[in-house]
């Protein structure tokens, strides 16, 4: 076992570093051991460098993912100053994007919206210390409509949405960007947070009465599954006054002179 492990920090050197400068030396070796190396089941209490300092995290590989690309990886950090008030997180999974938020920005009222029954119990436990974090249950649609998972037997983190009819056992509430700011009585969207597994290419189809209310969209797009999706987005965000840029599967759009 201790070969095992001298081989697994000698070909994952890079994270192993990626862990300590972003967590800290005593946080990143433990965490480090805790997700990569040591094989626990259950539940695993994380412990972030930052905070209301613990996140809870299930023992699969898309809990763990979901984390080191948010606080290893930080691929929502912004290379912008700004002071946002109004952050929706769209496809909250567990909240590990709403509680990155809810540190780097601590005056900022976040709103982590999430289908999955499966998610919403850990979401609510990661988020229960933070109470400038509303969850609302429920999947970012394209049109009011109630929706259900397409896909149960996915993983946590790729499910996706379908309508359904009527008020069926798995049904929920799908929201549109409209209906949440009309809900909570937002005039703006400093930063809209997407990851919504394909159900952006018909978002961004319809962006008439929403778009223009946003600051900055950090989305994940889904074209290896949907294909589409990088072209709906494009179009929408090239009718208004935003600068974009792109990394891997995540499109980041700013809007020019909004903060």
Same mark, same amino acid.
């Given at each position: 076992m201790r070969n095992h492990n001298l081989k697994y920090f000698a070909m994952n050197g890079k994270r192993f570093i990626s862990y300590v400068l972003r967590l800290g030396l005593i946080k990143g070796i433990q965490n480090f051991l805790l997700l990569r190396l040591r094989r626990r089941t259950g539940i695993l209490r994380v412990s972030l460098n930052s905070g209301a300092s613990n996140i809870y995290l299930r023992s699969n590989k898309e809990d763990r993912q979901a984390f080191e690309d948010v606080f290893v990886k930080q691929i929502y950090k912004l290379k912008i100053n700004l002071t946002p008030k109004i952050i929706i997180d769209g496809g909250a999974h567990i909240g590990c994007a709403s509680l990155f938020f809810a540190n780097r920005y601590p005056d900022a009222k976040i709103f982590a919206i999430e289908p999955a029954h499966s998610?919403?119990?850990?979401? @609510? @436990?990661?988020?229960?210390?933070?109470?400038?974090?509303?969850?609302?249950?429920?999947?970012?649609?394209?049109?009011?409509?109630?929706?259900?998972?397409?896909?149960?037997?996915? @993983?946590?983190?790729?499910?996706?949405?379908?309508?359904?009819?009527?008020?069926?056992?798995?049904?929920?509430?799908?929201?549109?960007?409209?209906?949440?700011?009309?809900?909570?009585?937002?005039?703006?969207?400093?930063?809209?947070?997407?990851?919504?597994?394909?159900?952006?290419?018909?978002?961004?189809?319809?962006?008439?009465?929403?778009?223009?209310?946003?600051?900055?969209?950090?989305?994940?797009?889904?074209?290896?599954?949907?294909?589409?999706?990088?072209?709906?987005?494009? @179009?929408?965000?090239?009718?208004?006054?935003?600068?974009?840029?792109?990394?891997?599967?995540?499109?980041?759009?700013?809007?020019e002179n909004y903060f």
């Open positions: 998610n919403l119990e850990l979401l @609510k @436990k990661n988020t229960a210390m933070y109470p400038q974090i509303e969850v609302m249950h429920g999947g970012i649609w394209y049109r009011k409509s109630q929706v259900r998972i397409k896909n149960p037997l996915a @993983k946590s983190a790729a499910f996706t949405l379908t309508e359904t009819t009527g008020k069926t056992e798995d049904a929920v509430e799908g929201y549109t960007i409209r209906d949440i700011c009309a809900i909570q009585n937002l005039q703006y969207i400093d930063i809209l947070k997407l990851d919504i597994e394909g159900s952006e290419k018909e978002l961004f189809s319809d962006y008439e009465g929403w778009l223009d209310r946003v600051g900055v969209v950090i989305a994940e797009l889904h074209d290896r599954h949907i294909p589409g999706c990088a072209a709906a987005f494009k @179009k929408a965000i090239i009718t208004q006054n935003f600068r974009c840029s792109f990394r891997g599967h995540m499109a980041y759009a700013i809007r």
